[in-house]
């Protein structure tokens, strides 16, 4: 299966829409552009799509055209390999049975492959570094990644339990891959999904106090 | 208990050793300086007491007498608010049972604790932006708190047992203390303790494949 952005053929529908041509290259650049400053400014949460398609010069429709919804807009601006509404679709398509596994499997797999990481570790780099990128990067995985998981899993203090494994998955994300500490480069990725599936599995499904 | 290094009265001994006196808190400094440039330069595993004796002239007996082994030399240097041999020691003493809880209370409470976290975090920002600082704090974390949790419960594959619960201690200070991740902000310190101890007890006791 495939977490690859599925949009990228749509901007080249070539409907007039809009002050600009749809088939203009630099107009889809010029929104993702707006996107990133938009998004670094005002956060994930307050940017809006119509203020985007302002401050780019075209209107909101053309926007959703090119770069499809909000959170693919933040994928796409953010040069993230993967569309995150489709990732979390199909992980949690199974429901809780196996879940921890699944997404122990597609976060040590991506970050093993450094063209896909590339872009998570700069953004997670960027948000240790840097305030404004931290309310970024914090208000997307709230609103899309673990408030995504949670809603489709339906489980009682779901967003608790999705940050506890956003907690385990950064912190993998930083001992493996910045910091390398060698046990972890070491380790095969079957060892390592074993492990941390079978802690995301309890914190989704466990016990809470 | 108290985890606060137990070396701050040595230094007034007074005892007449290299080419200064003991007494002179410039070259208590001193050391802490040449120790910050050597660790920075050579990572902590390649830094020697005696080049960092030799850079703040005095000789390596003196830097003992100030400030303790090399690892609390690191510690002092960076200003950790510990002394991580004898955090270790303490967490380990109790043997393997409960051992994921006692670590877990000890880093959530720690990060709870701004004055105590700040150096910490300061440190995993320098590691996560800066390559150099990254070897160092790999090279520390991997010397004294991975291998020295491992050796001293004498678990079977406990250096990579110990580097996934490093990997989580990790995601816990990025995910609640920087990105502010804010179910694990709003969530109490004994809930996290007891989610984060059960999975810390399953790293370090539980099946590997």
Redesign the interface.
């Known amino acids: 299966m495939s977490y690859a952005p599925d949009m990228a053929t749509r901007a080249d529908g070539g409907r007039q829409r809009g002050g600009r041509r749809p088939g203009d290259s630099g107009t889809r650049e010029a929104i993702l552009t707006a996107a990133r400053a938009a998004f670094a400014e005002h956060g994930y949460d307050r940017a809006t799509i119509r203020g985007i398609a302002a401050e780019a010069g075209v209107d909101a429709a053309l926007v959703h055209h090119f770069h499809g919804t909000k959170q693919q807009l933040f994928a796409r601006a953010m040069q993230l390999p993967l569309d995150p509404d489709a990732v979390i679709t199909e992980l949690t398509a199974g429901g809780p049975d196996g879940i921890g596994e699944r997404i122990a499997r597609f976060f040590v797999g991506l970050l093993s492959d450094p063209e896909l990481a590339g872009p998570i570790i700069a953004m997670?780099?960027s948000?240790?570094?840097n305030p404004d990128a931290?309310r970024m990067?914090?208000e997307f995985?709230?609103a899309v990644v673990?408030r995504g998981i949670a809603v489709r899993l339906g489980l009682p203090d779901g967003?608790?339990r999705?940050?506890?494994c956003?907690?385990?998955?950064?912190?993998?994300a930083?001992?493996?891959h910045?910091?390398?500490?060698?046990?972890?480069v070491?380790?095969g990725d079957?060892?390592?999904i074993?492990?941390?599936g079978?802690?995301l599995q309890?914190?989704l499904t466990?016990p809470?106090?």
Chains 1, 2 share one sequence.
């Open positions: 997670i780099r948000a240790v570094g931290a990067l914090r995985y709230t673990i967003e608790l999705a940050s506890l956003g907690s385990q998955i950064i912190g993998l930083v001992a493996r910045v910091l390398e500490l060698p046990a972890l070491a380790a079957e060892a390592l074993a492990a941390y079978d802690a309890r914190y466990g809470l106090p």
